[in-house]
């Protein structure tokens, strides 16, 4: 499943990429470039082009996948450092010899009071 939403995000940026370099730009006429734009609702260009609206639809089937990718990348994993943090064994180590456990502490010397 994986795979296939990958395949459908990777065309749909290659799309969306050829889509918005086909649209001409706002400023394209040469009406704009002299202040001899329009002043209506929605400008001179009219309510929206074919590639205005296939860019808008092309946009949201990319944000859709991007987050399907998103959510299915850390769907039922845990963090990186339980992953790869290997089960430490404590293992408990024998005395060197029987008279090292019966060694009785040393006793300090005595330091002089100061006056």
Known sequence: MQTFVTLI????????????LLQAGKGANMGAAFGGSSQTVFGSSGAGTFLGKLTATVAIVFMITSLTLAYMATKGSSSIVERYNAPVTQQESAPASPDATQKQAMPLPATPEKK
């Open 9 to 20: 995000h990777i065309l749909t940026c290659l799309v969306l990429i050829l889509v918005v």
